[in-house]
Nanobody, 124 residues
Framework: QVQLVESGGGLVQTGGSVRLSCAAS????????MAWFRRAPGKEREFVAA????????YYEDSVKGRFTISRDIVQNTVYLQMNGLKPEDTAVYFC?????????????????WGQGTQVTVSS
């Protein structure tokens, strides 16, 4: 069992930055793929970024490449999402998720554990 708690969301202006945190408790997340997803108002949940189980590989959705960075602190059992150059279309509830399945990092149905989400609102 893994419990995930996100924090760090809020209101930010276009072009601003926010860092989201996902604190994991229970089993060490080093054995899980960790990802961020988001759900914008009226839209389906979409993949944002992920770490593979070994931490060697990262994956990003095309629209966030070069702006968002996923990182992790194994000692703190925390995953981060640094978001720079924010745009109004980045407004969404952001979710942290953990998966024990290898591959399929972009697919939300591969993830077993989810946090409650944190709201990020980018004003124009």
């Amino acid at each position: 069992q893994v419990q995930l708690v996100e924090s760090g969301g809020g209101l930010v202006q276009t072009g601003g930055s926010v860092r989201l945190s996902c604190a994991a408790s229970g089993r060490s997340f080093s054995s899980y793929a960790m990802a961020w997803f988001r759900r914008a108002p009226g839209k389906e949940r979409e993949f944002v970024a992920a770490y593979s189980q070994n931490g060697f590989m990262t994956y990003y959705e095309d629209s966030v490449k070069g702006r968002f960075t996923i990182s992790r602190d194994i000692v703190q059992n925390t995953v981060y999402l640094q978001m720079n150059g924010l745009k109004p279309e980045d407004t969404a509830v952001y979710f942290c998720a953990a998966s024990s399945i290898y591959g399929r990092y972009r697919n939300s149905d591969a993830y077993t554990y989810w946090g409650q989400g944190t709201q990020v609102t980018v004003s124009s």
